[in-house]
Structure formats: C-alpha cells, structure tokens
C-alpha cells in the first residue's frame, strides 16, 4: 500500500501525478460538469419524448413539444452534449495519466474548444427544437454545427495524440491508451465522412440512409465503445490492484474492434435498396463483433475475479464493473438486430433504440461515471460528499437502463412478430405501435428514475468543483463494514 | 512541490490532505499473460460460422445491381425474360410460352389438339396454310377468311368464316400465337416476330374478311424481316 511507503521514489511519482491532474484540472472538469447538465436535459427529454409516444395530447399541440422533435433533441443532447463532451474529459485525463505527461501549453485553446462545443450544441438542440432539423439519425442537428464541433474534437485530440507521441511506452503500455489513441483518431474520420457525405455530396439516394446508419452503429463502435473500454482497462486493475489478466486477450479485443467497427451499419436497411452485399458485410460483422466484445468482457471478468468485494465497496468499481458488463450485453443485441434471422423481426421497431440505449447509457455511461466518480477527487482535493447520493444514482440508473433495454427489446420483438406475421394481415399499422403503449409507459417511468439519478449526480459534482467536497483523506467508500476493506483504502 | 497559490481551498497547503486521493492509488501494472483459455477459440469457431452465414447467400455476388439478398447475382431479375432484358429467356422458347396461352382465343373452333372439327372448322395441324408463306396465314388471322377453303385435300365452308382476331391483339400476342401454331402438334416452320407484325399491319389496311381466291398470290410470300438467331429460325422440333 503506497500510503505506508514514503520513499523518495514514491514521493516523486505521487507528486508527479499530482502536477499531472492539476494540469487538466479545468478543461476536465468543464466537460464533465457541461457534460452532467447535458445528460439531465438529455432525460428529462427521453421521459417527455416517451410521454408523448403514448399520450400525444400531453403538452398540448405546441410544435416544438411534438414527440418528432422531443425525440431526436433528446438522443442528440445524449450524443453530443454528454457522450462526446464527457468522453474527451475522461480521454484527456487517462492520456495524461498513462502517458505521464502533463498539459503543458494550450489549455486556453481546450476551454475555447470545450465553450464552442457546447454553444454549438445549444443552437444545434434548439434549432431542432424549432423545426430545422435535418432527420437524419444522430446528425439533426443542421449543417453548421458539424464542423465547429469537429474543430473543437480535434482541439482536444490534438494535444492527447502529442502526449502519446512524447510518452515512454513500456510494455503493458497500450492496453488502455491504444483505446484512447483510436478514439482521437476515429471519431473526426467517422464524423468526417457522414457530415461531408450527406451534407455536401447531392444525390446519394438510398445510399445516404445506409452511411447515416453507418454512422450511428460507428460511432457507438469506434468512439463510445474504445472510450469506455479504454477506461475499464485503466479503472479495474487500478482499483482492485490486479494486473490486466491477459495482454493477449487484449490484443485480440483491440484489433478485431479496430478492424470490424468500421464495417457495421449497412446492415440496419437489409432487405432494403441497397447492394445486397453491404448489408450483408454489416451483418457479418456485426455479429463477427460478439469476438472483440466477448474477449475484452473475458478479461475483465478474469480481471475482477475474487474482487467482488471491491465491487461493492468502490463507487468507481461498480459503475466500471457494470458498464463492462454491459459490453458483452450490447454485442449479443448488435448481434441480434444485426443478422438475418433475427434482425428481420427486430429491424425498424423499438429494439434499435434498445441498442442506442444500452450502448451509449448502459454500457458507455456508466463506465465513464466511474471514471468520473474517481477522476473529481484528485482533481478538486475533496472527496465525495455523500455514500447515499452514489447508491442512489447506481441503482436509479441501473433499474433505469435495465427496463429500458429490456422492455424495448421485447417491444420491437412484439411489434417486428407481429408486422411479419402474415396472420396480422388485416392489422394496420397504428394498431400495433398502440399495442406497444405498456412498455413505452415503463419506458417514460424509467426515464424518471434515471433523471432522478442525474439531477441528484449534477449537484453532487456540482458541488465537487465548488469545492465544496468532503475534507479528508479517506476516500467515500460504498461499504465500510467488510473486514477486508481496510480504513485507509487505496481503491476509491 | 509548492502549492498552486490558486487553489480555492483555505487549506490548500495541506500537501498530505490535498494529494490524498493520488497517494493512495495503486501503480499501473503490467499485463498478465494468461493465455486465452481453449474453449474461447472453440466460441470463435461458432460466431465465425454464423457470421459467415451472414455472408454466403446475401451477398448478392457482390454486384451493385442486386440489392435482393436472397439472389445471386447470376439469377437476374425472376420475372420471365429479365426486367431488363438483358438476361432475356430465348425469344423462341418466350413466344412458345405465351402463344400457347394466347392460343385459348382459337382453341374454341380449331381445338387444343389443333385438328379442328371435321365438316366444320379446318385443321391447324399440318395444314399448308400454317405451314405455307406467312404472308398469307398472316391474312387470314389479321382480317379473317370468307366462303370455300380446301385445307389438306378437305373443303370447309363455315357460315360466315372466320373471323378477324388482329385487331383486339397486341404485335407481340399477336406474333406469339402464329409462332405457337406453326410450332406445335408436330409442325415446324420459322417464327414470326412482333416487328413482322408490326410492318404488316402498317402495310396492309384492309378492313373485310379475305376470301380464298384473294389470297391465292400470298401463297408461299412470307413477312420481311429478322428472325432472332436460335430454335425458331430453323425448323424447331418445339414439342
């Protein structure tokens, strides 16, 4: 335990990564709190957006508060207002941390990055909101957003790829930084591509709704997934002080992602206008993803063995142990949206956005709220004010996540059966959206819960950076009461 | 190591307290390398079977053209013909196929067998007015045929004749049901095409039935034109 070793060594290296956290301090903790507004807006929208799904008279007939524009604002601030913006916090400060290089020049560009990201997104939401939405999936928001949220993107890859470039490597060194790496240098190709593709290119036709789909299954592969995995393989073995169980589980995970992510998307439109082999190449490799996501759940799994205990005591351990475990959950239903069989049922139903849900929420936020939960105190010296408030928004947001996820796959299960089955012939189809009227209820109840949660999470780390913490050297545990868990220990 | 003078805590020279969190974690670790355990191949195996069953059949050969993932690309478009013609069914076997349906129209008289009825309607069967110059045989469907005919040494004289079926038919049913006369019951002689149909209706406006003396001079003239390369431009043995 390094709390009882003071060799000048040590010293050196915990003071080392003190001047490291202190030099990310701020542009971290901008998008993080920036990022916890945007996923309050982003809930309170998904329980009004499923309120209006199943009682359209709800707030009355103001076109701004129409379920056809409620919907995409709120997936969108989801994205972009809190998926983006709170990855690349959690990105800088891991880089900085593995690469054990400080920020040395330029924070005044990232607050300018992080302040441009977030009015773009505003007038992005808004001019949503009012109608100027462009409907395609996760690029609502109207062409001149994209590029001042790419710029701002590359604000802040820039300076974590020059870490990268100046960091020593040892061995072991990339298991979490090539996740890290990838996502800087993905997201702008993946982003690049779509927005330049359908925005500027006339005439694409059929084509144009398979790169936007292209988009969205991208996106949750090759930013969403690297991010989270990338912090799952930094926060397990830190917290429960057990090493990575294998670099070559870890390899194999890392280059088959790198290598199928970008294949996926096609698949979503099978049977549609579209050359019959990209969906097919889509489905393929959506369902070949169940190795990468199968591997890296693996080896977590090993990771985490006879550590269960830490699982319940540490507020970042559990949220990281559930989001990794919720990798695997999201492969199995890429896979089963994706392939033939399957994905005919499940295709244009409330199942996709099950996926959306558990990839981006399930799998991709509770990872980073983990990280979050262990980034804030080292970077505002005072810990967490409140055991119940962490509970709370664990169990809020995993009862949350697991009805929707669960009561949507069954929804488009129900809904995908009953649009094939030829003995519902005569059913038109409103008729069966309205017979989906239950689980959208559980859906809007759930997204109470979850808002719940997070408006709770936002004051909590609102008051984390007033630095208004907890004054003392003990971290905020979960469970104190179990005998391995010692007074001074080192896994929060 | 001195403080940031900055740093909003009144406390902030507490060095112990301010770097607590950082002093307590654990150092980064190296890898383990465990090797992957045997039954995650066997897992591999299974998922790579599936994908591949993504793959196989759906692909559409990999063509642009298809977007039917239950087809090969070789198999074109299902409808008879192609869509687009392009992988068109040989045009003999096409006329044969249609003609046979559009031949309900004079089975009524001269019967499926194509004998006719003895006395009263004259056979089809081996008869050189189906087998003869096709400018004639195309007289007497277009316009139909009046008073005394002598078909296979027999004489036929039905009250009022035949009579004519051109002008409810399209060219093509029109060619489709020639070819298929002069090609089935055991008779064989060279297609006629839609574009033969075509030029002789724009040639020949006569509006009355043809009696058998009119058409004495049509009778080994056949249609102009081009008969399409395969079994209907030789003597097929269309069965």
């Given amino acids: ?492 | 190591m001195s403080a940031p003078s900055s740093f909003p805590n009144p406390d902030s020279n507490d060095l112990d307290r301010l770097h607590a969190a950082v002093k307590r974690e654990k150092e980064d670790l190296d890898p383990g390398h465990e090797p992957a355990p045997m039954w995650v191949l066997f897992f591999f195996m299974l998922v790579a079977i599936v994908a591949g069953g993504q793959l196989g059949p759906m692909t559409g050969g990999f063509s642009f053209d298809v977007s039917n993932p239950f087809s090969i690309a070789k198999s074109g478009d299902p409808r008879p013909g192609g869509g687009d013609g392009a992988a068109a069914m040989d045009p003999f076997q096409t006329a044969m196929k249609k003609g046979a349906s559009g031949y309900a129209v004079c089975g009524g008289c001269h019967q499926g067998s194509g004998m006719g009825l003895p006395g009263q309607y004259p056979p089809l069967a081996g008869s050189e007015w189906v087998l003869g110059g096709t400018e004639r045989l195309i007289r007497v469907v277009q316009h139909g045929l009046v008073g005394q005919v002598t078909v296979k040494g027999q004489n036929y004289n039905f009250p009022g004749g035949m009579q004519g079926f051109g002008a409810g038919m399209s060219a093509g049913d029109f060619a489709n049901v020639l070819t298929y006369i002069r090609n089935s019951w055991g008779n064989e002689a060279p297609m006629i095409t839609k574009e033969m149909v075509e030029k002789f209706r724009a040639d020949e406006k006569r509006t009355t039935q043809w009696t058998m003396a009119e058409l004495e001079p049509f009778k080994d003239k056949n249609l102009p034109g081009e008969i399409p390369a395969g079994p209907g431009a030789t003597s097929p043995a269309a069965k």
């Fill in chain 1, 1 to 492: 335990m390094q709390t009882s070793t003071a060799s000048p060594d040590t010293q050196a290296d915990n003071l080392r990564r003190a001047a490291i956290d202190k030099s990310v301090k701020g542009p971290v903790l901008f998008l993080f709190l920036n990022g916890a507004f945007w996923l309050m807006a982003s809930t309170i929208l998904g329980v009004l957006a499923a309120i209006k799904q199943f009682a359209p008279d709800f707030l009355g007939a103001c076109s701004v508060l129409q379920y056809g524009r409620l919907q995409p604002t709120h997936i969108n601030a989801l994205v972009y207002g809190w998926g983006v913006q709170v990855g690349l916090g959690v990105m800088l400060w891991i880089m900085a941390r593995r690469s054990g290089q400080e920020l040395r020049t330029g924070k005044s560009v990232l607050y300018v990055a992080a302040v441009f990201w977030n009015i773009a997104v505003t007038l992005g939401l808004v001019a949503i909101l009012v109608g100027k939405s462009t409907s395609m999936q996760w690029l609502e928001m109207p062409a001149f957003v994209w590029p001042v949220l790419l710029v701002s993107f590359l604000a802040f890859a820039w300076p974590m790829v020059f870490m990268f470039g100046r960091a020593f490597r040892p061995e072991g060194f990339m298991v979490s930084t090539w996740y890290i790496l990838g996502a800087c240098f993905w997201f702008p190709w993946i982003f690049i591509t779509a927005n330049v593709a359908l925005h500027c290119l006339p005439g694409l036709g059929a084509l144009g709704a398979g790169i936007n789909a292209w988009y969205v299954h991208t996106v949750i592969l090759l930013f969403f997934a690297p991010v989270a995995i990338g912090a799952a393989y930094y926060f397990i073995p830190k917290v429960t002080g057990q090493p990575i169980a294998s670099s070559q589980l870890s390899q194999i995970g890392f280059w088959l992602l790198a290598i199928l992510g970008g294949w996926t998307g096609m698949q979503h439109y099978m049977g549609g206008p579209l050359p019959a082999w990209m969906p097919a190449l889509g489905a393929a490799a959506g369902v070949l993803l169940l190795i990468p996501v199968g591997v890296v759940g693996l080896n977590h799994h090993l990771t985490t063995l006879g550590k269960h205990n830490l699982v319940a005591s540490s507020p970042t351990l559990r949220f990281v142990f559930f989001g990794a475990l919720f990798y695997p959950v999201s492969g199995a239903i890429l896979a089963l949206i994706s392939n033939f069989s399957t994905g005919a049922t499940l295709q244009f139903t409330q199942a996709w956005y099950g996926f959306q849900i558990v990839a981006v929420y399930g799998f991709f936020s509770m990872t980073v709220f983990g990280a979050i939960y262990y980034i804030v105190p080292r970077l505002t010296g005072c810990e967490w004010l409140s055991v119940r408030l962490i509970r709370n928004h664990f169990w809020f947001s995993v009862y949350g996540i697991g009805t929707i996820v669960v009561t949507s796959l069954v929804a488009g299960a129900q809904q995908g059966g009953d649009l094939n089955s030829p003995e519902m012939w005569d059913q038109d189809f409103m008729q069966l959206a309205l017979n989906l009227r239950p689980y959208i209820i559980a859906r809007a109840i759930a997204w109470a819960l979850i808002t719940w949660s997070n408006v709770w999470f936002l004051i909590h780390l609102m008051l984390m950076v007033a630095g208004l913490g907890r004054r003392s050297s003990a971290p905020t545990l979960l469970e104190h009461d179990h005998e391995e868990v010692l007074p001074q220990a080192a896994h929060a």
